[in-house]
């Protein structure tokens, strides 16, 4: 829910511009100005770019300057001169009323239904800005300690360091809430058997404290020698600190590149492993804390350059782990690599339709889903009106694997008829790009075609 409240603040406030909203309640705390953090890898259905705590502030690495002026006097104080407060407020009803055939043997049950969705939320933000002009004095007064652990693990790594230098907080205690509402069999539920009958009511919310950090901007700094830069056109430069993550244009061909970049050694796996990494893979779909636990095993191994320790109590990650315990350090690094982008890709869908993709594996139908999507996406219709592709994409043997497919892309904000008709909404290049690595990698790993 946090993340869906701070990505829809920034949709609002910058929709087009480069703050970056914060993903988790729990680590919020590590995006206040000053703070020093990493960019993730750069990917085609990323709306914004995706950044990682790193625990260390800027005055954590830098050496002590004449009179050891603290960092902290840049800091803007809370209602301060530099800050900035303002409102935003969101009101959403949908509803939406269906019907569904389904087959189920030996009968043929029809079911219809009801699904409302409600949510609204004022909430009142900050802004605090450190003047980019004071960075500049303090890169005179203060250089880098070349010598910290973390920085050599930097350079080691080759990776990028940014320095968040501005925040959107909340300056008051916020509750967020959200209703679903479903008559009868909702499509989601059904398809991901949890057969249901009658009404279910889903509500959440979640309360925003008093300066918690929502949206940030950073920009990335240059180290050399034990002085340091702000970049402020790092896309322009090869300036960087360790490593350049270019921009991505977001097209189709791009994508398909992207993906065979990152996921082809997984087309290389054993008929064995490759079971091992799916099984893996379908029980973090189903479980958000083994999905998060993943995630931080492959960042490890990532940043570590493979040499960390991969132990679980999980049994559901305990033999994919163990699979890179027992390989060779090249195997091990691209594996982790193929991991984290599956996994950032299936971090952008909704958890109702990682359940409808369980589903499709189990249908066998993710082949056809991956040439349906794909044909979606060379439309590269977005900013235009509604277009069509060969109907015979969007038509199953059976009833019930129609409705699935077209409720799986629906979710990625993708109007499908059953007569190949498609609209698309102004955002869902990403959306659909996200939907076709998850596709993709699993059609691969469950040799389906």
Partial sequence: MF???????????????????????L?????????????????????????????????????????????????????????RQFTVTQSVTNSIDGNLGLHVEPTRIELKGVTSLAKEWTIKMEKRPVPVAKLEVLKEEREINVNHPFIQQLKKTHQNLY???????????????????????????????????????????????????????????????????????????????????????????????????????LSKLPSDLSIVFLEAIKAVMRDRNLFQELSQKMEAVLDEGGCCELKTDSPGLKDLL????????????????????????LDELMEDQLLLLLESLEEKIVPKQLKLVKSILEQDQYR???????????????????????????????????????TCGEEAFSAVAALYVSLYVLNLLSNQD
Avoid at 48 to 76: F, H, I, M, N
Avoid at 229 to 238: G, I, K, R, S, V
């Fill in 3 to 25: 993340k869906k409240l701070t990505q829809s603040i920034v949709n609002q406030l910058d929709p087009k511009g480069d703050l970056v909203p914060v993903c988790s309640i």
């Fill in 322 to 345: 163990s699979s890179f315990e027992s390989s060779p350090r090249i195997h091990l690094l691209s594996w982790a690599e193929a991991i984290s982008y599956t996994l950032d890709a």
């Fill in 384 to 422: 235009k009106g509604p277009s069509s592709i060969d109907h015979n994409l969007v038509s199953f043997t059976q009833e019930k694997e129609e409705e699935l497919t077209i409720a799986i892309v629906e979710m990625s904000g993708v109007k499908l008829q059953k007569d190949g008709s498609v």
């Fill in 27 to 83: 680590d919020h705390e590590h995006f206040r100005p000053l703070c020093l953090v990493r960019r993730k890898r750069r990917a085609i259905f990323h709306l914004s770019p995706c950044y990682k705590q790193t625990q260390y502030r800027l005055a954590d690495v830098l050496l002590p300057g004449e009179g050891d002026k603290s960092t902290e006097s840049l800091l803007p104080s809370p209602g301060g001169e530099a800050s």
């Fill in 163 to 265: 320095v968040i230098h501005e925040t959107i907080e909340a300056s008051e205690e916020t509750s967020y809430k959200e209703s679903t509402q479903a008559e009868r069999s909702f499509m989601a539920q059904l398809y991901a058997k949890l057969r249901m009958k009658g009404s279910r009511v889903n509500n959440q919310s979640i309360t925003i404290p008093k300066g918690c950090t929502l949206a940030f901007r950073a920009i990335p700094l240059a180290i050399k020698n034990g002085s340091w830069d702000l970049q402020y056109f790092p896309e322009a430069t090869n300036r960087s600190c360790f490593v350049s993550d270019g921009m991505s244009q977001g097209k189709l061909g791009e994508l398909e590149a992207e993906v065979k970049k990152n996921c082809q050694i």
